[in-house]
């Protein structure tokens, strides 16, 4: 076929404009998903704190329920996976109900949980991340955290969540395994730029209907010099039941020295 200067100069721009859009949207952003979400990672991550919290749970009615909870939180020695305590004070129905969830980079996740009617450390499997945290609308695993390189991430656009502008992250899960033990076949997750915390996140069950909202408010730089933030209010909604919990960090102290014995069954175990 013979190709004539006015085909050849359409063509020739065709294709140039092609690449412009293809290439556009992503020369336009300096980090890549999976980088932005190693950031995200991290960023809520101190030496160690405590905390007293406020839990609500509400029901679709509005009924709520209200628990108290004291917390601790200390990374280990090799400064990534983190230890988390929980225990339940109030009210009566969940007073010493504890919580001790341990990073794990290199394998799953150790995930406990004392109950004190049952006296006894109950060891949770993997496939328990997507069960509920203590009859909240966290799951285990929304607590603990989704190791990114158990998802594939891309950026799917960005947007003004609060007044600050965000990229939108979307996460898959790599394999099965992933899917079926966090329960979810998608996650959207709004990040600040440059502070690098969540102001929102989304999850979709794996029927792929959205499942859960969660919102991030009140969020407060607790470390300058290593960019480390807490969100002092958080909310979860099963947009499918209409429940949500709100917790409410009444108290916060940061790089106070916590013991290791917190994070024990001995401890789980003490009245």
């Known amino acids: 076929m013979k190709i004539n200067a006015t085909t050849f100069a359409f063509t020739a721009t065709f294709l140039a404009l092609g690449t412009i859009f293809c290439l556009t949207p992503l020369a336009s952003f300096a980090q890549s998903a999976a980088e932005i979400m190693e950031e995200n990672f991290v960023v809520t991550k101190v030496t160690d704190s405590e905390s007293e919290s406020t839990f609500i749970l509400r029901n679709k009615s509005g009924k709520e329920r209200v628990r108290k909870t004291f917390g601790t939180t200390k990374l280990q020695k090799n400064g990534i996976d983190n230890m988390r305590m929980t225990r339940f004070i ?37 496939s328990n991340k997507r069960d509920s945290f203590v009859g909240t609308d966290f799951s285990y695993g929304d607590v603990i955290g989704h190791k990114v390189q158990d998802w594939d991430h891309t950026i799917a656009g960005e947007e003004f969540i609060d007044g600050f502008e965000c990229y939108l992250i979307e996460s898959t899960p790599k394999n099965k395994k992933t899917a079926k033990n966090t329960g979810y076949s998608k996650r959207l997750s709004w990040i600040q730029k440059e502070a690098y915390v969540t102001r929102k996140a989304e999850m979709y069950n794996l029927s792929g209907a959205l499942y859960k909202q969660m919102s991030f408010k009140d969020l407060q730089l607790i470390e300058p010099d290593k960019n480390r933030w807490a969100a002092m209010e958080l909310r979860a909604t099963n947009v499918i039941s209409g429940h949500s919990t709100i917790v409410k960090v009444d108290k916060l102290k940061v790089n106070v020295g916590v013991k290791d014995s917190y994070f024990t069954k001995r401890y789980m175990e003490s009245e």
Not at 100 to 108: N, T
């Open 90 to 126: 109030e009210p009566t129905d969940v007073r010493g109900v504890v919580s001790l969830l341990i990073e794990q980079s290199e394998r799953d996740d150790d995930i406990w949980l004392y109950l004190p009617s049952m006296k006894k450390v109950r060891r949770l499997v993997s």
